[in-house]
């Protein structure tokens, strides 16, 4: 680690605004301050951005895998190769996410990572685990294994939590028997509740928003309930529940292929960036040659092709996960969504460390907080990360 380091000579992201003629002081891993750039500070190593922006480490929420390695593989290599992977592309900090599968594979992988999180000096901060699954609706299972979809319960979910005081937020369908009870107990726990994978109705979503602490939609339209007709009556779904409920957050698979320019303009147009996180959701193909794949683990994942910068069933009639990455999903708000630079880095930064809980930590350049920071280019090209005062990643040769 550096104690103290001096970032220069460039336009720095800060306090949602671009700011010209400042510096960034960091010493013994954490941000000391944004100050004018003349300052001086002895005995620092002097990083000169070239005229890069300079911005906060971007934060990935959900994530799976990458470099070839999927958090399913329940080893400790995986996670480092995933972590070391994202940091290239300009993640800092990340919440590894399982997927529904049998109770044995999920203790593994969990056990993985208390491992894994010792070990990781060269890549993303693991800043806890996400669990997607097991209780989902089996109509919205996307590329979930329906063998092992059921409703919650209580005997195995707080065993989980007890086991494991790391787990920091929970995917579940709110419509389920027991699921606002679930979403309740994790809740009090520290865990954050999400919906996903889900066949609810506006009334059911309000249920769990209110007393379950259901305050975050996964993968926001994908695996999702709209509109509906029952005995010819329509209902609104998940969808416009979230866009009604002003303190309900969403996460997007800004990868252009998931959500089209139109979807993300109306997202972004009615949620704003302070309630929308960029997230990857990427499997292990990303940052990989298209062609074949699995998503999850190759003992029992599912079997996937690769094309047109998303992962699709063998078949081609439906997604089966992403390949995106920090950079792209950055570039992708700018160029389709036609959103600020200042907003765009907001919705991979501030707004996921509020909706974790870590804003203290990460996402911003506040005084004492984690020194994750990212370089990067006119085009989005990742030129350095830096992780926690460690520089884990740089291109060879740095391009404005």
Known sequence: MLDRVKIFNGPIIHQQQIQHGVCLLIENGKILDVVREDVDFPDAKLIDARGNFVSPGFIDIHIHGGGGADFMDGTVEAYLQIAETHAKHGTCSLLPTTLTCEKVDLIQTLEAYQQAKISNTKGADFIGMHLEGPYFALAQRGAQDPKFIRDPDPAEYREILESFDFIKRWSAAPELKGAVEFGKYVSSKGVLAAIAHTDAIYEEVIEAFEHGGFTLATHFYSAMSGV?????????????????????????????????????????????????????????????????????????????????????????????????????????????????????????????????????????????????????????????????????????????
Request: hydrophobic share 45%; no cysteine.
């Open 228 to 400: 509906t007709r029952r005995n010819a009556f329509r209902y609104a779904g998940v969808i416009e529940s979230a866009y009604l409920l002003d303190d309900m957050d969403v996460e997007i698979i800004a990868d252009g292929v998931h959500l089209p320019a139109p979807l993300l303009k109306l997202i972004y147009k009615i949620k704003g960036p302070d309630r929308i996180a960029l997230i990857t959701d990427a499997m292990r193909a990303a940052d990989m040659p298209e062609g074949k794949s699995v998503l999850g683990s190759y003992k029992n994942g599912l079997h996937v092709i690769v094309e047109d910068g998303v992962a699709k069933v063998p078949d081609r009639t439906t997604f089966a996960g992403s390949v995106a990455t920090a950079d792209r999903l950055l570039k992708t708000m700018l160029d389709l969504a036609e959103v600020p630079l200042v907003e765009a880095v907001q919705m991979m930064t501030t707004t996921p460390a509020r909706i974790m809980g870590i804003s203290a930590q990460k996402g911003s350049f506040a005084k004492n907080s984690d020194a994750d920071v990212v370089l990067f280019n006119q085009q989005i090209e990742i030129q350095h990360t830096i992780v926690k005062g460690h520089s884990v990643y740089q291109k060879t040769t740095q391009a404005p």
